[in-house]
């Protein structure tokens, strides 16, 4: 398996901008995850999906905020407007998890989102 | 209180030496306590990992020591080499609803010198 798959891997935009990030989850796994990694507050969960239904998006920063997640193989993160604090690396991560198992999650290479 | 305190921010070990990272938590629902390491540039990735009932795991270089009463674990890195030189999450997980969700720590940037 070529692991998630996040795009773009960089992206630069200007204020006010929208912005979609992109995530392919491992296929088979039932849970998908977006992070946002600052240097000040290190990993931080901002919404979780499973079996494509969100189940917390109490880690959302703002309205502007928004995931979906249409089929087990595509989520989407959207942040419209933007602003500077958006930018940091922003990651997917998926698992599987039986409900006994570990759940470990499987990231993706992240995308770097620069909000001029 | 989901939160998982890490500490410190970053470290600077001598090559050969023993790097040692530490993380707290309050919430006894947690029930699983996973380090994953980052390379620049990629995503985190598992490490080693402990459950609650186990005091110490043991993985070539690497140890988890889990103190359950005092709601603390670190990680130690024996014989530190410079490609341990990386950034180390600590994290914890916890059930929601039937499902269940990881809660990180802020990190600690590794620079392991030559």
């Known amino acids: 398996d070529a692991g998630v798959i996040q795009s773009p891997r960089h992206e630069v935009t200007e204020m006010g901008q929208e912005v979609t990030l992109r995530c392919k989850p491992i296929?088979?796994?039932?849970?998908l995850f977006w992070y946002r990694q600052t240097m000040m507050r290190g990993l931080e969960l901002l919404i979780y999906?499973?079996?494509?239904?969100?189940?917390?998006d109490s880690g959302m920063p703002e309205d502007r905020f928004s995931a979906k997640m249409p089929n087990a193989s595509f989520s989407t993160l959207k942040i419209q407007p933007s602003e500077p604090r958006d930018s940091a690396v922003y990651f997917c991560?998926?698992?599987?998890?039986?409900?006994?198992?570990?759940?470990?999650?499987?990231f993706g290479e992240g995308s770097r989102l620069t909000v001029l | 209180q989901q939160q998982v305190k890490q500490s410190p921010q970053s470290l600077i070990v001598q090559k050969g030496g023993i790097s040692i990272i530490n993380c707290a938590y309050e919430?006894?629902?947690?029930?699983?306590f996973p380090w994953y390491q980052q390379f620049p540039g990629k995503g985190p990735a598992l490490l080693i990992a402990?459950?609650?009932?186990?005091s110490e795991k043991k993985e070539g270089r690497f140890t988890i020591s889990f103190n359950k009463s005092a709601k603390q674990f670190s990680l130690h890195i024996m014989d530190s080499q410079p490609g341990d030189s990386a950034t180390y999450f600590c994290a914890a997980k916890i059930r929601n609803s039937g499902t269940y969700k990881y809660i990180f720590g802020t990190g600690t940037r590794l620079k392991v010198l030559a």
């Open positions: 296929s088979g796994h039932d849970y």
């Open positions: 991560a998926s698992s599987f998890w039986t409900g006994v198992s570990t759940g470990e999650l499987f």
């Open positions: 402990i459950r609650p009932d186990v």
């Open positions: 919430n006894t629902a947690f029930d699983y």
């Open positions: 999906f499973n079996n494509n239904v969100p189940i917390d």
